[in-house]
């Protein structure tokens, strides 16, 4: 492929989805393009880009895009965070919201497992915050992946990375050769197709906010359009859960980093977004 | 250097653990049956037991039940690593005393990641 197709399908995804394709990430461009290529007839990835250059094709600019998304993920991927959120963030909104609803969005959910393991954790939890009821989000932005977190189906090799076994013993059904996710745990998660780069605030507000290993993908004024919409979708002291690798630090002063607890911040009490200049 | 004794009637099988867990900086011991791992656990407690199910001589449930009653058969993890994946073999094996369950076939994500649930890495 050369260098010119390589920047024209960079440009295809970074305008749908924001994402930025490295110079090192375009290998990648090669092996996951290759079978669309095939299932849509092309001799090549080369005849494909061709042909889209000749006449603009909406759906397959939707498609490479899907393919060029990062879909890694696991039950409580890092672990940190999850105990983060049981032994410091719930018992802190409790002492400030004793009753009513506790919203929880996972952005970018991928294939489900991140709110299902936050689904699962509060399940755990559930006797120690009598008064509250949960309820989580998860969106992603490849209408593939949230068809397949809905369907809260997993493979063998899916449910042994980062669950412990009584964990699957408790919340799993196996089907087939499969393992599905029982009804009281897939019901209280909700999946939606959403990007990241559209005003996604008609999704309401949130207390809790993972975005996790989402932002390094974004350059530096998508990033903080993202966290400053966010942060309007928070109340005072509403917790963002970011990736181990990404911070706010350098794009917006909307949300302060906790102290005592790596990876979480919360929202700046009264902070307004700045009007532009 | 932590211990682990490899429990497996296939001699490949015994082999890819190994090298998965050598690299994970165990030292192992290996069985080719329950029967064999009892002798080897009665010599010295490893800290961990990876344990297939479906072996000649004495099976993996059968030597945990008698692991179990030992002295000093009460510390090592036991991480059942076998072939059998229903519910049924899985609530057997925690009910008598395993601390984990890998379903064959595994990799070196899988053991690292059960390894990680019992605290060993």
């Not at chain 2, 076939?105 to 990680?116: M, Q, R, Y």
């Amino acid at each position: 492929m050369n260098k010119d197709d390589i920047e024209y399908l960079a440009k295809i995804v970074y305008d749908r989805s924001g994402i930025v394709l490295t110079q090192e990430k375009a290998y990648l461009l090669e092996s996951r393009l290759a079978p669309i290529a095939r299932k849509e007839g092309f001799n090549s990835i080369d005849d494909l880009v061709s042909t889209l250059r000749g006449r603009a094709d909406e759906k397959m600019a939707w498609q490479i895009t899907d393919a060029m998304t990062t879909n890694e993920t696991f039950f409580f991927r890092d672990k940190t965070p999850f105990d983060n959120l049981k032994n410091h963030v719930l018992p802190e909104l409790k002492a400030r919201k004793s009753a009513g609803k506790v919203r929880i969005w996972c952005a970018a959910s991928s294939t489900g497992q991140e709110p299902y393991s936050i689904a699962m954790l509060l399940n755990e939890e559930a006797s120690k915050y009598p008064g509250l009821s949960f309820e989580i989000t998860g969106t992603d932005i490849s209408n593939r992946v949230v068809e397949k977190a809905k369907s809260g189906l997993y493979s063998q090799f899916e449910v042994q990375r980062g669950l412990p076994v009584t964990s699957l013993v408790k919340y799993f059904d196996k089907v087939d050769d499969m393992w599905q996710l029982k009804p009281n745990i897939r019901s209280q998660v909700t999946f939606k197709q959403g990007n990241l780069q559209d005003d996604f605030t008609s999704l309401g507000k949130f207390d809790i906010i993972f975005c996790r290993n989402v932002l390094i993908y974004f350059d530096q004024p998508t990033k903080a359009k993202i966290l400053e919409r966010m942060a309007t979708m928070m109340p005072d002291n509403g917790y963002l859960f970011l990736g181990a690798a990404e911070t706010v630090m350098g794009l917006t002063d909307a949300f302060n980093s906790s102290r005592e607890v790596r990876g979480v911040y919360t929202r700046q009490a009264g902070w307004t977004r700045a009007k532009a200049a | 250097m932590r211990s682990c004794l490899v429990v497996d009637d296939s001699r490949v099988i015994r082999k890819v653990a190994r090298r998965i867990l050598e690299d994970l900086e165990f030292k192992i011991e290996e069985a080719a049956d329950g029967m064999e791992a009892l002798t080897a656990c009665r010599g010295q407690m490893p800290d961990m037991v990876l344990l297939d199910w479906n072996m000649p001589v004495m099976n993996g449930l059968d030597f945990l039940k008698a692991l179990r009653q030992e002295p000093g058969g009460d510390k090592p993890v036991v991480i059942f690593c076998t072939t059998e994946n229903d519910l049924d073999h899985i609530t057997q094996a925690l009910e008598n005393g395993a601390n984990e369950y890998i379903m064959k076939p595994f990799d070196g994500d899988i053991i690292e990641a059960k390894l990680a649930e019992v605290g060993l890495v």
